[in-house]
């Protein structure tokens, strides 16, 4: 025989124009759900979420029925979203405990998606249960920030699990013995983003009634600054089981393992429920109930944490290879075509067997483009006032073309000026010499080249 009292609470807070948590408590459900998502969507996901997960429980009140009425709850919000252009890529957070009977047993049932988190007080000690899904406490699981640093990190809203934005969700469970004066909070990340451990402590151990404790954080969150939706739900153990000290209170659950025996399946041999909870707030990835050792089920666990994170680590070092490989790839295919599209854009009049050719590229080529012949003009050096003859037998850079041919053409008609009028004064050596066009460039070594 189980009896519970519960308190709730749920707040604007002073920066949101909207309250898109939803905070409920019941007989033997106790829920928060954090809404996102738009304007609406938010609002809509959290309370979807909330009804659907109340309707599939009160179908199956059992162990198993929660763990269902989160699919259930999922799939409302999913189909929801994906009925409305306005509600598209909505989702919530969803935590929830609910008392119910395993064997002849009352048992708590408690599941997580997202990171509204579950607390256990017990004996003055507020432990986490749950794990934010959110990126920043991945990182803090992977060593790369420090908890202290999740709490300001930029991504710390960034959720990893939320309700209702795929068809399927992975919810972590968890199986709770109620023990007599242990009160369990259930709540939105603005509470525990305004308040530290030490000061939801406080007000726990020290104000008795469960609403009163809720309506207290709440206010000590808004005092804080408020800057997010703030909502949490008490749950006191009035009557439950004593601690024999046989069992770990809080044991992390496989989806689908509750309704086993609870005898058969703990994983305890008089560890101290203190470790057991500390470790359940990791929920191992299988087999979380057939350990008959909770040493070797802990170190276990550990292993295949420290994979999980070798793995992830593989994962990220293959994503930086690959951007690091796709940007050298851009890199590169960016100066080959600069220096395409430069030696394409280069032309220069050499002369060649006894005629003036114009050519495509550099002078003497250009890193591995070499000179192609585009026009052989048919314009003998002979044909060529005779200052300008060392320079196109070393090579007159233009800049297109059509600028080429004029060169030529002027050549042509220079030297016939000289042969009917007087002859054209011999240009003097200066630097400006290849871009000019109208005027046959004069007599320099080594125009244009590069
Ligand atoms: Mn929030």
Redesign the pocket.
């Known amino acids: 025989m189980t009896v519970l009292r519960s308190g709730t609470a749920t707040d604007t807070g002073l920066v949101r124009s909207s309250n898109q948590?939803l905070g409920i408590a019941t007989s033997s459900l106790f829920a928060v759900a954090?809404g996102m998502g738009g304007h609406a969507g938010g609002e809509v996901a959290s309370k979807v979420a909330i009804e659907a997960l109340q309707q599939a429980f009160g179908q199956h009140p059992s162990g198993p029925g929660l763990a269902e009425a989160v699919s259930s709850a999922n799939t409302a919000v999913w189909v929801a979203s994906q009925e409305r252009a306005d509600l598209r890529g909505m989702g919530t957070t969803l935590t929830a405990v609910a008392l119910v009977n395993e064997g002849g047993r009352d048992v708590l049932a408690l599941v997580n998606v997202g990171d509204s988190r579950s607390y256990r007080f017990h004996d003055g000690e507020l432990t986490q249960i749950t794990t934010d899904h959110s990126l920043a406490e991945e990182m803090v699981r992977n060593g790369e920030i420090t908890p202290a640093e999740a709490m300001v990190h930029p991504h710390r809203h960034i959720l990893t699990r939320a309700l209702g934005v795929s068809p399927e969700v992975s919810a972590d469970l968890w199986r709770i013995r109620p023990e007599q004066g242990d009160r369990y909070l259930l709540c939105?990340?603005?509470l525990t983003n305004e308040l530290s451990d030490d000061e939801i402590t406080e007000i726990l151990a020290s104000i008795h009634s469960p609403q009163d404790a809720v309506e207290s954080l709440v206010q000590a969150a808004r005092d804080h600054g408020g800057s997010?939706?703030i909502t949490a739900v008490l749950v006191d153990v009035i009557i439950g089981d004593s601690d024999d000290g046989s069992t770990p209170a809080v044991m992390p659950v496989e989806p689908g393992a509750f309704g086993d025996d609870p005898s058969a399946s703990v994983a305890g041999d008089g560890a101290s429920p203190t470790t057991a909870t500390g470790d359940a707030a990791a929920p191992a990835a299988g087999g979380a109930f057939v350990e008959s050792d909770t040493l070797k089920g802990r170190e276990r666990r550990r292993a295949r944490r420290r994979e999980r994170r070798r793995k992830g680590a593989r994962r990220l070092l293959t994503f930086r290879a690959l951007l690091v490989v796709v940007i050298l790839a851009a890199v590169i295919y960016g100066a080959f075509y600069a220096v395409r599209w430069y030696n394409n854009n280069s032309f220069f009049v050499k002369t060649h067997d006894n005629q003036l050719v114009i050519y495509q590229g550099r002078i003497g080529g250009f890193l591995w483009y070499h000179p192609v012949v585009v026009q052989h003009t048919g314009v003998r050096p002979s044909n060529v006032p005779a200052p300008y003859l060392p320079s196109i037998t070393a090579g007159v850079q233009e800049s297109s073309l059509a600028n080429a041919r004029t060169y030529v053409k002027n050549l042509k008609a220079a030297q016939k000026s000289t042969q009917t009028t007087t002859p054209p004064p011999v240009p003097t050596t200066t630097t400006t010499t290849t871009t000019t066009t109208t005027v046959p460039a004069p007599p320099t070594t080594a125009a244009g080249g590069i």
Do not use: A
Request: without cysteine; charged residues 55%.
């Open positions: 948590d954090d939105s990340d603005g997010d939706n």
